[in-house]
């Protein structure tokens, strides 16, 4: 499977913004989506945004719609988390993450099982200091 590799994770304030960035290699098969998930200290992991293989469906979470966009530029194989106005409960470590066969795992307000993803990157840390 392909490999992901994240970056662009900080420090911040309440109330700023980051932009997270995952570089992607070739995947044997097109995933059926990717997005990225993040997992706080003594949490378990969640499905933050995910974006289909049709380019147009997404989801997000509802602790962060509004709030966060994904976008994936496949010229670049560079997919992206746009994050603002974040808050103290966004602090964690943020994966990107691709699914290559139906359902997107990543699309769930349960408990992200992370055998059910077909590849994930080392993760970036997100801080947010109120």
């Keep these: 499977q392909g490999q992901l590799t994240e970056s662009g994770g900080g420090s911040v ?8 960035s995952c570089k992607f ?44 966009t994904v976008s994936r530029d496949d010229a670049k194989m560079a997919m992206y988390l746009e994050m603002s106005s974040l808050k103290s409960e966004d602090t964690g470590m943020y994966y990107c993450a691709a699914v290559v066969a139906p359902p997107c795992v990543l699309a769930t307000s349960n408990t992200l099982k992370r055998n059910a993803l077909d590849a994930w990157g080392q993760g970036t840390l997100v801080t947010v200091s109120s």
């Design 25 to 68: 290699s070739v995947f044997q098969y097109s995933p059926y989506c990717m997005g990225w998930f993040r997992q706080a200290p003594g949490k378990d992991p969640e499905g933050v945004a995910a974006l289909y293989r049709s380019g147009t469906r997404t989801y997000y979470a509802d602790s962060v719609t509004g709030r966060f």
């Design 13 to 20: 304030q309440a109330g700023g913004s980051l932009r997270l």
